[in-house]
């Protein structure tokens, strides 16, 4: 009986002990907190300032989650993609066109609006003196594109470049290489966004080029989590993040009180597309598809 009596008041120390916990909030809260993040984004040819820039919010969120968040810078969007289908960044500051993929191939989450033009264009540019004056004109013509998996520089503009045959189609690492090689004559034409080519102009002499196309509008990109990241953990990630101080979420480019882009329509896009991706290395490159 004794023993009996020694088991009961062993039974009911233990639930009280599970009861004091569960409402301090402790056992559960750590546990459930992430111990260890990647952040992932591409920083093009600033990489360095680019890193500057998210190094106050990678502290900020180490102390407030109590874990280790580390950065993983990558440099074109082929890596970033490479890096969203293995699942490999917890989460992602996405430019559009790499929001898009990450969403339809990889079951990421958008859970904040990354700063930037609320209406992106694409563009196809060519030289001021040249004689293209329409789309069409670019047939058999050599043209540069940026890297897949950008929506202004390479999903959108083959979208508008559908039906054509091009002599060749070359891949510009950035914006600005793209601009050299249209003032060089390398190509007849390059594509980027509207954004990059205010900026990047300014590097050669005014009036060297003019805006041949520009696509239809779509949205800034977006901060995703990925589907590996528990629920639990996801809420946590975002309080923190909206709780961040204003200079902080304006460094890291995101509005921590807006809701996310829809991307659907860019999605849509990017899924018709798909198809040329095996013939843009061709040369010629057919830009169409044959029937089924």
């Known amino acids: 009986m004794s023993r009996l009596r020694r088991f009961f008041k062993l039974c009911l120390l233990g639930l009280m002990v599970v009861g004091l916990l569960q409402a301090s909030g402790c056992g559960a809260t750590v546990s459930e907190q992430p111990t260890r993040l990647t952040i992932g984004l591409v920083s093009y ?3 360095a300032s680019s890193l500057e820039k998210y190094q106050r919010f990678q502290t900020y969120l180490a102390e407030q989650l109590k874990a280790v968040v580390e950065l993983e810078p990558v440099f074109n969007e082929i890596r970033a993609v490479e890096q969203i289908r293995a699942a490999k960044w917890s989460l992602v500051f996405a430019p559009s066109g790499l929001a898009a993929i990450a969403i339809a191939e990889a079951n990421y989450l958008p859970i904040f609006p990354m700063l930037g033009t609320p209406n992106q264009r694409a563009v196809l540019v ?10 069409g004109d670019l047939a058999n013509q050599a043209i540069a594109l940026g890297e897949a998996g950008s929506a202004t520089g390479y999903y959108l503009p083959l979208y508008d470049l559908y039906g054509l045959t091009l002599k060749q189609i070359e891949f510009a690492p950035t914006s600005a290489t793209a601009l050299a090689w249209i003032a060089e004559d390398r190509v007849a034409a390059g594509a980027m966004s509207e954004d990059d080519f205010q900026q990047h ?3 050669f002499e005014e009036g060297t080029f003019r805006i041949l196309h520009a696509s239809r509008a779509i949205p800034a990109g977006a901060v995703l989590i990925s589907p590996t990241v528990d629920r639990n953990q996801q809420q946590y990630i975002e309080q923190a993040m909206q709780n961040a101080p204003s200079s902080m979420t304006a460094d890291a480019g995101y509005s921590p009180n807006s809701n996310p882009p829809d991307l659907t329509q860019l999605i849509a896009l990017v899924e018709k597309v798909r198809p040329l991706e095996s013939r843009i290395k061709e040369q010629p490159a057919v830009l169409t598809l044959a029937p089924p």
């Open 45 to 47: 040819d600033d990489g």
């Open 126 to 135: 060519v030289r001021s003196d040249s004689p293209y004056q329409a789309l």
């Open 201 to 203: 102009r300014s590097g």
